[in-house]
């Protein structure tokens, strides 16, 4: 029996179909009849299948490298209201967002009192990067000192540091909350001696470099620590009020007040620069 004489749109959905294509193949009848009633000339034929099938493809490649990231609160540059944080600065923060600081493989430390925005700018530098196509592990570190443990009481600990030391970014959040434990100091220092050099870290903290020795229960650790995570670091200060308690600020006892003194920020006066006469 002679094989039937394949039409030209039967042969390109068999490539499609044989490139795993699925999306292009989905759109590809449209695409020919808005070629046939001349909306589209050939190349933008071309050009509209494949983007179908790009843009698919790019939508999961970014969704699986958020989860394996363990970005699952996903912040943005573009949500962060910087005229709430005259403090922090603007062209710092957004320079950071070219993302040369992982190809540098530097470390970087957000510091200020809670609520500030630290995790959310931690977390949107985090999404660039996956954007970008870099490997990005995030965590806090109970939760990464945690698995270290676990890992140290399974005979894996070599493993968990690789795992943690593989990607392009880490970041690690909320030094500072809970003091370690002396073997959580020591397995924390182990993964920062063998990322040191090897690939960029992301620090979130409340705390001072000061207090170090206390939060990992050891001078001797704390100063080691600092030792490789300052060394090609760059260290941004965030000093403001926060962002969680912006309509609630004047309910706070003045024991809890952030450092700086809010007494003097009426409400009205929070948001944004001071102004030129009052600065
Ligand atoms: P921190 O880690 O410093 O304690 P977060 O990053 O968790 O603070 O911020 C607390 C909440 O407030 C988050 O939902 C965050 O997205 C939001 N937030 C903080 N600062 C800003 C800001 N300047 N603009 C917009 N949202 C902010
Ligand atoms: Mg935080």
């Known amino acids: 029996m002679t094989p039937l004489p394949q039409t030209t749109p039967d042969k390109v959905r068999r490539l499609l179909v044989g490139l795993k294509m699925p999306r292009a193949l ?10 046939e009633q001349g909306e589209l000339s050939g190349l933008e034929a ?3 299948l494949l983007a179908e099938e ?6 999961r490649r970014i969704k699986m490298g958020l989860m394996t990231a363990r ?4 912040k ?26 992982i190809e540098r493989k530097e470390t970087v430390h957000f510091l200020g009192p809670p609520g500030t925005g630290k995790t959310h700018l931690a977390t949107a530098l985090g999404v660039a990067a996956v ?13 990464i000192v945690a698995s270290l443990e676990k890992a140290e009481r399974e005979g894996a600990l070599q493993n968990r540091i690789r795992f943690l030391t593989r990607n392009a970014l880490l970041i690690v959040d909320e030094i500072g909350y809970l003091p370690l434990t002396q ?3 020591n397995l924390f220092f182990q993964l920062v001696n063998a990322r040191y050099e090897k690939g960029a870290v992301i620090l979130t903290s409340n705390r001072s470099f000061k207090e170090w020795g206390q939060i990992f229960g050891d001078n001797v650790v704390a100063a080691a620590l600092l030792d490789r995570l300052l060394h090609h670091a760059v260290v941004i200060h965030i000093e403001g009020n926060s962002y969680r308690l912006r309509a609630h600020q004047n309910l706070l006892p003045e024991t809890l ?6 007494a003097q920020n009426s409400p009205k006066r929070r948001r944004g620069r001071p102004r030129k006469d009052q600065a």
């Open 26 to 35: 989905e759109a590809f009848d449209d695409v020919v009849r808005r070629l």
């Open 46 to 48: 071309v050009q509209s």
């Open 54 to 59: 790009f843009e698919t493809r790019e939508t």
């Open 71 to 74: 970005l699952t609160r996903i």
């Open 76 to 101: 943005t540059l573009a949500d962060y209201d910087f005229a709430f944080q005259p403090s922090l600065e603007r062209e710092r923060v957004l320079a950071l967002a070219g993302l040369d600081f």
């Open 131 to 143: 954007k970008a196509g870099k490997s990005v592990y995030f965590g806090n570190l109970a939760e």
């Open 183 to 185: 073997n959580g100091a």
């Open 257 to 262: 007040a952030p450092p700086q003194n809010l």
